[in-house]
């Protein structure tokens, strides 16, 4: 998918997400965020001055977000992560935000209520998209602006022997054992580790 299919998920399917900070005290800081507004590169969310977390961003001008979709059961949903450099755009946007979401209205009723509300933007960073529903499960990488990607999992070296007891262990079989070193299928693998525990040749390494 191209980012915007991510960032469209984002605001439309799970729109209220888990935002994680670092306070003063170098200590995590996590609360629930809507994502406002998005385009083909970004997103947008709201806070309002007085609040910590606004300070947060502020200082650290970082943030990770984590969101799933709704639906019965674990395996129908979608999850998107995402973590990367927030800017504050001021209340350029603001009316946009009030338009398009109406439910702020309601907490918001007057505009000058809406005074200590500014603006923030993740423009660049590494996000990643898991998709339950699919047999085997789906993982996607992606990044926002001009993030370089950092590659997670795992991978197979040339020790390995082809012995194919990474296989057997492997919950979603998403290790290509017809030729060697085995292959391991990064858009389906869930990142578990059982291979590189198992294999008697510490062919498996760690990204």
Known sequence: MEIKEYLKILKEEIHSTVFATVDENGLPQARVIDIMLVDDKSLYFITAKGKEFYHQLMNKKYVAISGMTGGKGSLNKKAISLRGKVKNVGQEL???VFEVNT?????????????ALEV???????????????????????TLGEAVEVKGGYFVTDKCRGCKICYSK????????????????QENCLHCGNCMSVCPFSAVEKR
Do not use: H, N
């Open 94 to 96: 603001l009316d946009k």
């Open 170 to 185: 492997c919950p979603q079989k998403c290790i290509d054992i017809s030729v060697k070193p085995v292959v391991i299928k």
């Open 103 to 115: 439910y702020m209205c309601d907490i918001y009723p007057e505009k000058e209520s809406r005074m």
């Open 120 to 142: 923030f933007q993740l423009y660049e960073g590494q996000g990643e998209y898991f998709d339950l529903s699919t047999k085997p499960i789906t993982r996607e990488a992606f």
